[in-house]
């Protein structure tokens, strides 16, 4: 594979099992099926889908897209799209167009691989250009602290939530009532006076102490 820079989205892996963090903790996580989206670059530093303050050196990783089944085409960027239709419109008729059109809007600017409207993007020379694949992703493992065991991971797949290694199942509703219980509480005094506001910032869930809400939002978002 051509080298090049990696881009946010990119799935990558680690080029060995134990890899040091910026601020040079080392987690032994990254083995050949741990793999990860990119969720925001910084000159050489990295930060993965799912945490929220740890960052890595891009240099510790590599693309792995080779194995990944692409499952459709999004738009790398707006401004292409009405070109795009441009090209689609000369073959559909308008009523299906438009349908396609409506899918572009709505799905993200995604469409399937073995779309008609992907074959005539590639004979146009575009699909390439305009478009970048969009990976089937089977499962996501999301990174969870706590005070008192550190990181600690739980696994979606297929929609549904399990805590490793024992990969118990994680109800959503569960894990919505978690979140909920973050939410900011007002202790009434008699005299009417609250010297300051009280919010909860951590939650012992099972043995794991001081969880954060914004790891079980990151969780949330991915459950159907």
Known sequence: MEKREFKVGDIVIGKQQNIKAVFRTVYPIFTPSHERAIAEIKEDKIRLQGDTD????AKDFKLETMEKEIIGYKLIKPKYRHA???????YEPYYDFKKWDLNLEKDGDMFTKDSEQSKW?????????????????????????????????????????????????????????????????????????????????????GCMKDTRKEDWENVYKLLK
């Open 84 to 90: 795009a239709e441009a090209i689609v419109s000369q």
């Open 121 to 205: 993007l590639k004979e146009a020379g575009v699909l390439d250009l305009w478009f970048e694949p969009v990976y089937k992703q089977e499962k996501q493992t999301i990174q969870m602290y706590s005070s008192n065991k550190g990181m600690f991971e739980i696994e979606v797949v297929d929609g549904k939530a399990y805590y490793r290694p024992e990969y118990k199942e994680l109800p959503k509703e569960w894990i919505r009532d978690i979140i909920n219980s973050y939410d900011d509480i007002l202790i009434q005094q008699r005299n009417g006076v609250n010297p300051y506001n009280v919010k909860i910032a951590g939650l012992h869930i």
């Open 54 to 57: 740890l960052w890595f050196y």
